[in-house]
């Protein structure tokens, strides 16, 4: 589960890391109220007013702007709030921009240019240990960094059991090139920006830029947080903070469903019982010369009810040319879900696209019959290359 930046800010805060002060706003009078009440709290004169969406890159698209007076933040605010932001992560179509957050100017003049940095925490899944990435080429794309200045790009790799060790700290902060103050507030930085990412079970954290103000201050002026979905249980207070517009619509109602459902780009819808049939069978599909429209695992229990629900998820992508439902009978009996393929499509009245069904296992035959013998537009395979052959002929 991903976090809007204004959330993943509060998170950091909460853990004593210093990060860009701000308000979330919805309106451009909200705007306006939020930057003065920032004045008030902070000194700000500017203000930096920022798209809350779940998409990097907003700076580039025109979701990033800075404003100087009241008047701006309004008709900044007005012009960001509505849009549909395109940035390098988002569809052509862009995602629509509900809220803002108004935030402190922390680039102002002073004894030193501030200096933008760039830091990650994660799970390096080839050791085993969290791993804290990071560089002196913040502000940019870190697969830029990565392609065209690899050795800009710094590892410091921590065992979970004993924890970010001091020297650690240190070592980032010395490999940053800082001294002095700039020294010491990085190292703090760097500890309860760890703490933060191990008590909250997060999967990610990206903090692009980590500024160094010119006042040799170090924050947070991003915060991309990804939460460990299967760790949600225990933080009620951070599950609540999903925003449900940010996501897939199709997905979110899937889920609902209890149905593991991920939208993809093609044309030919599955229905799957198990993960890794569902894995093979897209494979199945690509050699057929289709692309699939989506993931669907349907669980051990493709019953009439689940197998109406996973036909209707599947209707709702409009690019679904043919559904191919392949289920191994190891668990479920074949002929039960044949019935429930049956009723599923009676209920329905008319889908219009058609329909190939692979039933494998116990009582694959009688579940055939089935099929063949109820009279719908419905075609019956039981090898695997067989539905392969018939969705290449109903494409074609
Ligand atoms: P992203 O484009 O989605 O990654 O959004 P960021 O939060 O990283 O902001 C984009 C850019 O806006 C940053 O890299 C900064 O250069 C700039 N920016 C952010 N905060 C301030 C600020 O307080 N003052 C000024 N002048 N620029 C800022
Ligand atoms: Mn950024």
Redo the contacts with the bound molecule.
């Keep these: 589960m991903n976090l809007h ?1 204004y959330q993943g800010k509060e998170l950091l805060s909460s853990f004593g890391v210093r990060i ?1 002060r701000g308000i979330v706003a919805q309106n451009a009078q909200e705007a306006v109220a939020a930057a003065k009440q920032l004045t008030e709290d902070t000194g700000t004169g500017w203000h ?1 007013i ?1 798209a809350q969406v779940h998409a ?5 698209g025109g979701g ?1 702007k ?1 404003a100087k007076n009241l008047e701006q933040v309004e008709e900044i605010a007005g012009q960001i709030i509505g849009m549909d932001l395109v940035t390098p992560q988002t569809s052509a179509e862009g995602k629509r921009v509900h809220q803002v957050l108004v ?1 402190e ?3 102002y003049p002073g004894d030193s240019e501030p200096e ?1 940095y760039y830091m990650s925490v994660l799970l390096n899944r080839g050791t085993g240990k969290n791993m804290i990435m990071y560089s002196t080429e913040g ?1 940019m794309d870190i697969e830029t960094v990565a392609e065209e200045t690899p050795h800009l790009i710094f590892h410091e790799e921590i065992d979970p059991a004993i924890g970010l060790m001091p020297f650690q700290a240190r070592r980032v902060a010395f490999n940053l090139g800082l001294s002095g103050l700039a020294f010491k507030e990085m190292t703090k930085f760097v500890s309860s920006l760890y703490t933060a990412y191990v008590k909250s079970d997060s999967s990610l954290f990206e903090i ?2 980590v500024l160094k103000t010119s006042d040799s201050k170090i924050m947070a ?2 915060a991309k947080v990804s939460l460990d979905d299967n760790a949600l249980f225990r933080h009620k207070d951070l599950a609540e903070l999903r925003d449900l517009r940010e996501e897939n619509p199709i997905e979110v109602e899937a889920g609902k469903l209890g149905l593991n459902y991920v939208d993809l780009d093609g044309n030919v819808g599955c229905m799957v019982n198990g993960a890794g049939l569902a894995m093979a069978t897209m494979d199945l599909i690509k050699q057929a010369g289709g692309e699939p429209a989506n993931f669907l695992d349907v669980g051990g229990t493709a019953d009439a009810a689940r197998v109406e629900a996973a036909f209707k998820i599947i209707l709702k992508d409009p690019a679904v040319k043919a559904i191919l439902i392949n289920i191994f009978g190891g668990i479920v009996r074949c002929d039960r879900v044949a019935q429930g393929v049956i009723d599923a499509y009676k209920n329905m009245g008319t889908i219009n696209v058609p329909i190939i069904v692979r039933l494998q296992g116990t009582n694959a035959d009688i579940a055939k019959d089935l099929i063949d013998n109820s009279g719908l537009d419905v075609m019956s395979a039981t090898e695997f290359q067989e539905a392969a052959d018939k969705v290449q002929q109903v494409l074609s």
């Design positions: 930046e860009q930096v920022k990097g890159g907003r700076g580039k990033v800075l935030a100017d922390v680039y933008e502000g692009n830029p002026v991003d």
